[in-house]
């Protein structure tokens, strides 16, 4: 483990390469997506080079969240909790919304989104 000093934050690198405090963010943000949207949310995965640990330091995290069925007023729901949680933690996000047909598509066809987010991201 990495233990470096940044932004105020004491920061130490997991086994994702993710430091603690991106760790905490991301969990924070799962956790109030799936209390506002309990039947909506199937899955969250952070995937990327913020997790891989090889970003530069201009990078956002790179978030998938898979729901049911992607409607707009939802989209801008979910999109909107990522904007209060990068306004509080200094650190930027990048959401992706698929809905579970289309990603189930994507499983299907093999794509190398699909492998890249289950063979490197990480659920959150």
């Known amino acids: 483990m990495y233990n470096l000093v940044g932004n105020g934050y004491a920061k130490s690198r997991g086994p994702s390469g993710m430091y603690q ?3 905490n963010v991301l969990a924070q943000i799962s956790e109030s997506l799936r209390e506002e949207f309990p039947a909506e949310i199937v899955t969250i995965r952070a995937f990327g080079s913020r997790v891989r640990g090889d970003h530069s330091g201009g990078s ?6 898979v729901v049911r069925k992607r409607m707009i007023p939802l989209e801008e729901r979910i999109i909107d909790r990522f904007v209060e949680y990068e306004m509080s933690s200094g650190i930027s996000f990048e959401p992706v919304i698929k809905s579970s047909e289309s990603f189930e ?3 299907r066809h093999g794509t190398l989104f699909y492998e890249n987010v ?3 991201g990480i659920p959150v």
């Open 60 to 65: 956002d995290f790179d978030v998938l969240v």
């Open 21 to 23: 405090h991106a760790r």
């Open 105 to 107: 598509q994507e499983k």
């Open 118 to 120: 289950m063979n490197e």
